[in-house]
């Protein structure tokens, strides 16, 4: 065992007073949503932005997310990623 | 005005009415309630397209809260925003 030890921050998505119900679906799309609408208004390196991925990514399974994404590529997503 | 004069033969029957009058009207005031103030109904999706927004980080929208000083500290809270 070596010495110094790395201390892991383990965090999930906050919570959030729109969503205080276990049904988190909202949540999850509406931080899916604005994780894009972040990206095309300010660019992908927007350090904030990360925190509306990091939230979708903790919340949304993954299939919606690659679902989503495949929507997204092709355009038939119905949700409005424009600001 | 056959209900005046029944009610009138039996007075005892009066709270029964009260009670269930204003059950019936709750149930019938309780969604309108609803229709107007809760997140996840949309109504107009033109001017109001997702009610939910409208919540405050430090609003609680649930009946019972056992901690009130939670949502009473959310009250500096910024919401990420783009």
Known sequence: MSGTEETVLLTTAAFDARFPNTNQTKHCWQNYV???KCISARGEEFAPCKQFFKAYH???PNEWIS???EQREEG????NFSV | MGFGIFLKANPALAPLFLFAGGGCAAAVAYPLYLLRTHPEIQLDKK???YPWQHIKQHQNIKFINATPDFYAGRKLLERPSY
């Open chain 1, 67 to 69: 679902k989503w994404d």
């Open chain 2, 47 to 49: 001017n109001n397209p």
């Open chain 1, 34 to 36: 604005d994780y894009y």
């Open chain 1, 58 to 60: 903790a919340l949304c």
């Open chain 1, 76 to 79: 038939t997503n119905p949700s």
